[in-house]
């Protein structure tokens, strides 16, 4: 499919719909406000394998998008290419507004390019008491060019509004002078073995919301600020033997941390490694 304005598919209220193989490309260069693939108050979409080419305008606020969910709920979006050229552009976009809820949405083994200024590649984002939470990013390659964000997730007015609960699991983000990882005002985040890159500025900065773990997650430097919290986790397995170097079944290895605190006791196997643990 190929359009100058507009939407490339669009649909409101439909459930169980599947979208697949399609090539969706917007080629005007003067295009705002428009989406490849646009979904609004459905339920458990598939949306997969498909190619997106979203060009727009370079003005401010271009705002144009690869994949559009707004008050959406169990989408699988998987194994898509998208890429948009635009300024302000968005490869993934979840939305929930007031009394919406944008809830287990999942996106897996996206590779995602966006090739302009203040893009994200995935942006999560609950306005006016609209909740996206549960979202889950699994195996995507994200890459941003420009000052702009791999995947930010933020809470704009409204108490009642809230971003909780992503997961971003084994993916690769980099981005040239924004941040890899932005997330405001949004709690119990939790992102693993994943790899976060920039050419400056910090990998991740998280700005207010608490409960934010990062386990095994490699970058350079991050930032935390307002009552932001972020909890760095690794990996942690023990090995034991004796002093002819013969291994130790059944060895008990109680850990403690550099304040003298109990942190877990573990037992080692015939091999005599312990379980992986955090």
């Known amino acids: 499919a190929k359009t100058i ?9 439909y459930n169980y719909t599947t979208i697949s193989n399609f090539s969706i490309k917007m080629t005007r ?7 490849g693939i ?12 498909n190619i997106l080419n979203i060009n727009g305008s370079s003005i401010n606020d271009a705002l144009n998008y690869g994949i559009y969910l707004k008050n959406t709920k169990y989408h699988l979006i998987i194994n898509n290419i998208i890429r948009t050229a635009n300024k302000k552009g968005y490869g993934i976009y979840l939305l929930a507004e007031t009394n919406e809820n944008s809830n287990n949405n999942k996106m897996e083994d996206n590779t995602i390019t966006t090739i302009a200024d203040d893009s994200n590649g995935i942006y999560i984002r609950g306005l006016n008491g609209g909740t996206v939470t549960d979202s889950t990013i699994l195996s995507n390659t994200i890459s941003t060019s420009v000052t702009s964000y791999g995947v930010h997730v933020i809470k704009i007015t409204g108490s009642s509004s809230s971003t909780d609960r992503t997961i971003i699991n084994k993916s690769l983000i980099s981005t040239a002078a924004g941040y890899g990882i932005l997330m405001e005002d949004s709690s119990s985040n939790f992102v693993q073995d994943s790899n976060i890159t920039t050419q400056s500025n910090h990998e991740v900065n998280i700005i207010s919301g ?8 490699t970058y350079r430097n991050e930032s935390v600020t307002g009552a932001g919290q972020l909890i760095r986790k690794w990996y942690y397995r023990a090995f034991t033997n004796n002093e002819s170097g013969s291994v130790v079944a059944n060895a008990n290895i109680t850990a403690y941390n550099v304040s003298n605190n109990y942190q877990f006791n573990l037992t080692t196997d015939a091999t005599g490694y312990t379980l992986m643990t955090e």
């Open 5 to 13: 304005n507009g939407h490339g598919i669009y649909g409101k209220g």
């Open 38 to 49: 646009f979904f609004e108050s459905s339920n458990t979409h598939n949306l997969s394998n």
């Open 29 to 35: 260069s003067t295009a705002t406000s428009r989406r």
């Open 210 to 217: 608490d409960n934010n773990i990062f386990l095994n997650v």
